[in-house]
């Protein structure tokens, strides 16, 4: 059966610990206060994220707006790619750093592009683990990063995207120790100790931190970083550069582009993508450009 509304919403009420829920009856008003075509669902889970919203799609909705953040929103970009509808974000989590790139602004503002929705056509990164073969938007990781997304997810206190990231970092620092990393970044070998590897589309993860200051979500290409074994002291002096994407001139720090791109370790870390966890290294990761047309607004950082 076919949708009768050129926009669905689908919002993920547990999203930024509650805040989605919250927001759901905004999103009704402003849209029937704008006169905007729509109907709202609700996904319990990630798997029912990703269903309805490849649902929607497959039933002729132009443009499937997801409430909710960054882990949220990338199951959505599975379910819609390859529909032929469109994506657009309300942000509702606890980073929102996608939004961000794609220039979705506040919440009400994102809302508000709905009534005159722009478009662009993003790049996506597929990868692919012993466990799963995913898609994701933003930036995933592999190492002392994904060992603090690890820990910050269990952790029952809400301090906010960036202070939440930073009270795990603190924690997790305590007891990490760099790896022995096997990359391959287009068909290049590169052995050597590191902290974390970083893959992505976008800017920055975590809410705010830049750590690909200079990647683009329409150029084709991933942007990687490699932070190279540090003491625990030298990596807490460095980190705070991260904010203002200041620590890719740090001597430690590698910065690369490529098109496609393997990890392997020596031990099982795992990759987190979007700040969802897609399984246990080794990991390949490729751009699939331009793959997944997503509603923009008229600050969007990552459309350079």
Excluded: W
């Excluded at 798997?47 to 949220?72: F, K, P, R």
């Excluded at 550069?241 to 001139?249: D, N, P």
């Excluded at 700040?275 to 950082?301: W, Y």
């Amino acid at each position: 059966m076919g949708t009768s509304s050129r926009i669905v919403v689908v919002a993920n009420p547990t999203a930024g610990r509650g805040k989605a829920g919250k927001r759901i009856g905004a999103v009704d008003t402003t849209l029937r206060d704008l006169h905007v075509d729509h109907e709202i669902r609700v996904a319990g889970s990630a798997a029912e994220m990703e269903s309805v919203c490849h649902e929607a799609g497959e039933q002729g909705a132009e443009i499937v707006a997801v409430l909710g953040g960054d882990g949220t929103v990338s199951c959505a970009a599975n379910g819609v790619l390859g529909t032929g509808a469109a994506l657009a974000v309300l942000p509702a989590g606890t980073g929102d750093d996608f939004a961000t790139a794609i220039g979705a602004g506040s919440f009400p503002a994102a809302v508000r592009l709905l009534a005159n929705p722009k478009t662009a056509d993003v790049d996506v990164v597929r990868v692919r683990t012993a466990d799963a073969d995913r898609c994701f938007v933003n930036i995933a990781g592999a190492g002392f990063d994904s060992e603090v997304t690890e820990t910050a997810n269990a952790m029952s206190v809400n301090l906010g995207g960036t202070g939440t990231y930073i009270a795990a970092l603190l924690k997790t620092l305590s007891r990490f120790t760099p790896a022995r990393y096997d990359l391959t970044i287009d068909g290049e070998p590169l052995t050597l100790d590191a902290m974390l590897v970083v893959v992505g589309n976008g800017v920055s993860y975590g809410g705010g931190m830049k750590v690909l200051p200079d990647a683009s979500v329409v150029d084709g290409v991933l942007d990687v970083c490699i932070v190279e074994a540090l003491s625990k002291g030298a990596f807490l002096r460095a980190f705070p550069k991260v904010f203002a994407g200041r620590h890719t001139t740090h001597p430690k720090v590698r910065m690369a582009r490529a098109t496609a791109m393997t990890i392997e370790a020596n031990r099982g870390l795992q990759v987190y993508a979007d700040g969802e966890r897609v399984g246990g290294l080794p990991a390949s990761f490729e751009v699939l450009p331009g793959a997944l047309p997503v509603v923009v607004g008229p600050e969007a950082a990552g459309l350079r």
